[in-house]
């Protein structure tokens, strides 16, 4: 059974500053790693995806994987006050479209 | 953007009484997801579908059935709840692809006294 953990539990930035978040898995042949925001009180969104190793980047984010050290990453340039939320990732459980999601990290960002 | 509805968005219920929890989508998704939410466990799994009649155990499936009756529709049922089923839930939607997002609904706050 797919096991994700996330680093660190929760995380104080000043405005502008980079930010990274961490994730790894356990399952080896999973395909599909997201990160999924959540604001206080509402539903989670997905914020971005990545299917094979290596970096993609969408405005101020940017998502590395490392399938062989199963790990993945998000990264938050220019760190704002509305980035504060629960950051949650998760990794497909290999053959199905089915996630498993870690507990999640609190980012807040102080303006 | 999907749009997935949840209802009641808050349910108090007691021990040992019945609970439904309804989802609806109207992106014609294939499959839809019930996860429960609680403090300092991220979201887990309880029961997932691939279609309409087919329903799936996740990864906390004990103390819970789903059903679905159409594609549009997927319910969470707590036969006998308890206390421990205290929680968030949250329904989702995402097409066949493994790789596809899946959107949720807005959550169902739910209070077993």
């Known amino acids: 059974q797919q096991n994700v953990q996330q680093s660190p539990e929760s995380l104080i930035v000043p405005e502008g500053a980079r930010t990274s978040l961490n994730c790894t898995f356990s399952?080896?042949?999973?395909?599909y790693f997201w990160w999924y925001r959540q604001h206080s009180g509402k539903a989670p969104k997905a914020l971005m995806?990545?299917?094979?190793?290596g970096e993609k980047e969408e405005g101020r984010f940017t998502i590395h994987l490392n399938k062989a050290s199963l790990h993945f990453s998000l990264h938050i340039r220019d760190s704002q006050p509305s980035d504060s939320a629960l950051y949650l990732c998760?990794?497909?459980?290999?053959?199905?479209?089915?996630?498993?999601f870690g507990k999640g990290t609190v980012l807040l960002v102080s303006p | 953007e999907a749009a997935v509805t949840q209802s009641p968005r808050n349910k108090v219920a007691v021990t040992g009484g019945k609970v439904t929890l309804s989802c609806n989508q109207t992106?014609?998704?294939?499959?839809m997801y019930w996860y429960r939410q609680d403090t300092g466990h991220g979201l887990r799994l309880i029961h997932y579908s691939y279609g309409a009649g087919s329903t799936e155990k996740g990864d906390i499936p004990d103390g819970y059935k789903a059903s679905r009756p159409s594609q549009e529709n997927f319910s969470l049922i707590l036969e006998l709840a308890t206390p421990s089923q205290t929680s968030v839930y949250f329904c989702?939607?995402?097409?066949?692809?493994?790789?596809?997002?899946?959107?949720f609904g807005p959550g169902t706050r739910l209070l077993v006294l």
């Open positions: 399952d080896s042949a999973s395909q």
């Open positions: 989702a939607s995402g097409d066949a692809l493994g790789g596809d997002t899946q959107y």
């Open positions: 992106n014609n998704h294939n499959n």
């Open positions: 995806s990545i299917f094979s190793n």
């Open positions: 998760a990794a497909d459980d290999s053959g199905y479209n089915k996630l498993t």
